[in-house]
């Protein structure tokens, strides 16, 4: 699985629904959107990568939270 791949969907993701007027409800899209559309696998990696600093640094603030 292609971490960097992972982070630069997920950043794109963030992007979007960083928009939202309100974060908390931004941070719960990403996080839903990922849960209903990412396979278990995806998922898994994406949360594994943040226990690395290299990947956490290459992730969108909002896509950490």
Do not use: Y
């Amino acid at each position: 699985m292609d971490v960097d791949n992972l982070i630069d969907m997920a950043n794109r993701i963030g992007e979007f629904f960083d928009s939202l007027p309100d974060r908390e409800e931004s941070v719960d899209s990403i996080a839903d959107h990922i849960r209903r559309f990412w396979e278990p696998r995806m998922r898994r990696a994406i949360l594994d990568a943040l226990d690395r600093e290299d990947a956490c640094a290459m992730m969108a603030p909002i896509v950490r939270e």
